[in-house]
Nanobody, 121 residues
Framework: QVQLVESGGGSVQAGGSLRLSCAAS????????MGWYRQAPGKQRELVAT???????NYADSVKGRFTISRDNAKNTVYLQMNSLKPEDTAVYYC???????????????WGQGTLVTVSS
């Protein structure tokens, strides 16, 4: 079994900061891309940021310059530093990773359970 466990969500006022963490655990041989997605009430899940195993990053236009994604491969963990938060950033944030459990298996997409971020004006 492989699981992703997010932490770091919470409530903050507009302009504030939060740091999300997501740790992968279980049977892991390698991890390709990792990323963060979010889903606001009544909206579809959307990409926030991704980072490859070579640490190439990609961001949604709405978070560029405010959010920073990073990873610690030794800890199988991905982070999302969120600064200058806005009320429209309010959503459940989900961690995602492409994980290979054993050397002979393909990478599979795994999702975390989500962590709520609430930004008040």
């Amino acid at each position: 079994q492989v699981q992703l466990v997010e932490s770091g969500g919470g409530s903050v006022q507009a302009g504030g900061s939060l740091r999300l963490s997501c740790a992968a655990s279980g049977m892991i041989f390698s991890i390709n891309a990792m990323g963060w997605y979010r889903q606001a009430p009544g909206k579809q899940r959307e990409l926030v940021a991704t980072i490859t195993s070579a640490e190439s990053t990609n961001y949604a236009d709405s978070v560029k310059g405010r959010f920073t994604i990073s990873r610690d491969n030794a800890k199988n963990t991905v982070y999302l530093q969120m600064n200058s938060l806005k009320p429209e950033d309010t959503a459940v944030y989900y961690c995602n990773a492409e994980i290979q459990r054993r050397w002979f298996e393909n990478h599979r997409e795994v999702w975390g359970q989500g962590t709520l971020v609430t930004v008040s004006s």
